[in-house]
């Protein structure tokens, strides 16, 4: 029988989660949660960009999740509503409803939750046998799974790295690019996002999970942070000006100490405009990638982009990715042992539901 799978939220995640979820063949789509009225009743394959499929949006959450879902993607944001999107996820959790989410970055890894932050959620799951898996891309497969299965073609390792190379013009979340990443903010003060305990919460349990994955967990973190201001002033589509003199790029790195060693890093190298910090690196085409490099024998460089047919360019690939990988675990998710689970506590997983056979 199908798992019945309800999406929440249709942002840049949520419509390909949407895609996804349609085109796997041991899913259904039952609801789709939408917070304004201007999407409300629209058909969810209208609202993702494919053809209708009879699941109309609705934004009675309430009713939605009474419906007998067995997972929920949790899509909606979560950067600039932590309480809420925390309490929407709760409410999910006690109804019995596991769920998968990208954006819930205290809950990538248990051992890293602050006990305040874990319990409530640890004791919805225990009542309701439900579970919480939080993925993507980065933070997600691209940073945690993906270097642990290349080393396994690497011989005599002394690092394992990590990297983000994106510019932000691409990204469609324009509240989140000013208010947490700080692209046009004054150089004086230091966004959200590069806080050290927001890099800890949101990128430390991605090394954390590799060092884990072969047997050699971090024993020290430490956080490098650098920024460069706009030499210039550029006009972003869809985001307005970000002026001379703010921030246009900055570069970190989380260094995870094992054994006494810099076994593993992090790191990202952020741009709102190509041309700030020239001697940084640059993804080798387009506006972004992801990439891993082991240094040993080989030194292994793999890197990572995505496009999508539906959503174009390096945001809409990396999107696409995220929503995919989230939308696969479901079946493993719903099949995990009651609480927060990581990749490490399910099994492999694949896009085997997702092969499309002959009609």
Not at 128 to 150: E, K, N, R
Not at 301 to 308: N, P, W
Request: aromatic share 6%; proline share 6%.
């Amino acid at each position: 029988m199908k798992k019945r799978v309800l999406v929440w939220g249709t942002g840049n995640v949520g419509r390909p989660a949407i895609r996804a979820v349609l085109s796997h063949s041991d899913l259904e789509l039952s609801a789709v949660i939408v917070s304004g009225a201007a999407k409300e009743n629209l058909d969810a394959g209208s609202i993702a960009g494919v053809e209708k499929c009879g699941v109309l949006a609705t934004r009675d959450w309430e009713t939605a999740i009474g419906g007998g879902a067995d997972a929920v993607i949790y899509s909606a944001t979560a950067d600039t509503r932590p309480v809420e999107a925390i309490a929407d996820v709760t409410a999910c959790l006690e109804a019995g409803i596991s769920v998968v989410a990208p954006g819930l970055y205290a809950y990538l890894d248990p051992s890293s939750t602050p006990q305040e932050a874990l319990a409530p959620i640890e004791d919805a799951c225990k009542k309701s046998g439900a579970s919480l898996f939080v993925s993507g891309i980065d933070p997600g497969w691209v940073m945690d799974m993906l270097p642990v299965v290349l080393s396994g073609a690497v011989a005599n390792i002394t690092e394992i790295r990590t990297r983000e190379v994106f510019n932000y013009a691409s990204y469609d979340q324009p509240q989140v690019v000013r208010e947490v990443i700080g692209f046009g903010q004054s150089m004086d003060e230091l966004p959200l996002m590069l806080h050290d305990f927001a890099i800890e919460m949101v990128w430390a349990p991605m090394i954390k999970l590799v060092a884990r994955a072969l047997g050699k967990p971090v024993e020290r973190i430490a956080v490098n942070v650098e920024r460069r201001a706009l030499e210039k002033s550029v006009d972003v589509p869809g985001m307005g000006l970000f002026e001379t003199g703010t921030q246009g790029a900055f570069r970190f790195e989380v260094v995870g100490h094992s054994e006494g060693k810099p076994l593993f890093v992090l790191e990202h190298i952020t741009r709102i405009d190509d041309d700030c910090a020239p001697d940084w690196p640059y993804p080798e085409s387009g506006q972004g990638c992801h990439q891993v490099i082991i240094t040993g024998s080989p030194r292994l460089q793999v890197s990572v982009h995505g496009d999508d047919s539906v959503e174009a360019g390096a945001g809409g690939g990396g999107n696409a990715s995220a929503a995919a990988w989230l939308v696969n675990a479901i079946p493993a998710v719903c099949e995990a042992n009651p609480g927060i689970v990581t990749v490490l506590d399910l099994p492999r997983i694949t896009g085997a539901a997702q092969l499309q056979g002959a009609d």
